[in-house]
Structures are given as structure tokens and as C-alpha cells.
Nanobody, 119 residues
Framework: QVQLVESGGGLVQAGGSLRLSCVISGNIFSISARGWYRQAPGKQRELVAVITPGGGDISTYADSVKGRFTISRDNAKNTVYLQMNSLKPDDTAVYYC???????????WGQGTQVTVSS
């Protein structure tokens, strides 16, 4: 049993910043990759950023957010963060924290947090 709880969403002006947090609880030994997706109205859910554990954590980003967003994690707090800078109106979406079991057989999702960027 794995549970994910997001926080930190809100309304900001273009050019502003937000930091999203996701606390992961339960059987964390069943977790491999950790990351963030988002879904805008009328659009499919898309990958924003992912951390894949390895010899060192590997972070990957959607092209649209490279250089503006940073994903990180605090293992002691079982928390994943998404620092979002230089926000654009196109970043407006519901952001979902997710975690993946080893091998990708199971995906876990948070409830989502709304991010709205005004022009």
C-alpha cells in the first residue's frame, strides 16, 4: 500500500515561482521511479519530470520545462519536490505526483494539485 499526497499548488503571475511537494507513505520499498505529471484541460496527461534511482539519481524533464523546473527528493522525509520557476500560462494544469514500482508493473498517483499561471 502506497499513498502520495501533493501540496503547494496555487495561482501565480507569469514569471513567478512555486514549489510542489509530495509526501510518499506506505511500502516505500515497492517504489522505484518518482516524479510529476500534469494535465491541462482538453489535453492528455503528460510527463513533467522524473527521478530514476541508480548509482546516482537521474533526472529527466519534458522539453517544455527544461531550464525552468527542477525535481529533487529528500529521502529522510520521503518527499519529492518540484521547483517551478519562470512560470508561463501554458504551465497551467493539474499536477500529479506519481511513483512507480520496480519494473513498472504498478503506478501510484496523488490526488493532484492545481497550478494556475495568469498572464
Amino acid at each position: 500500500q502506497v499513498q502520495l499526497v501533493e501540496s503547494g499548488g496555487g495561482l501565480v503571475q507569469a514569471g513567478g515561482s512555486l514549489r510542489l511537494s509530495c509526501v510518499i507513505s506506505g511500502n516505500i520499498f515497492s517504489i522505484s521511479a518518482r516524479g510529476w505529471y500534469r494535465q491541462a484541460p482538453g489535453k492528455q496527461r503528460e510527463l513533467v519530470a522524473v527521478i530514476t534511482p541508480g548509482g546516482g539519481d537521474i533526472s529527466t524533464y519534458a522539453d517544455s520545462v527544461k531550464g525552468r523546473f527542477t525535481i529533487s527528493r529528500d529521502n529522510a522525509k520521503n518527499t519529492v519536490y518540484l521547483q517551478m520557476n519562470s512560470l508561463k500560462p501554458d504551465d497551467t494544469a493539474v499536477y500529479y505526483c506519481y511513483a512507480r514500482s520496480p519494473g513498472g508493473s504498478l503506478n501510484y498517483w496523488g490526488q493532484g494539485t492545481q497550478v494556475t499561471v495568469s498572464s
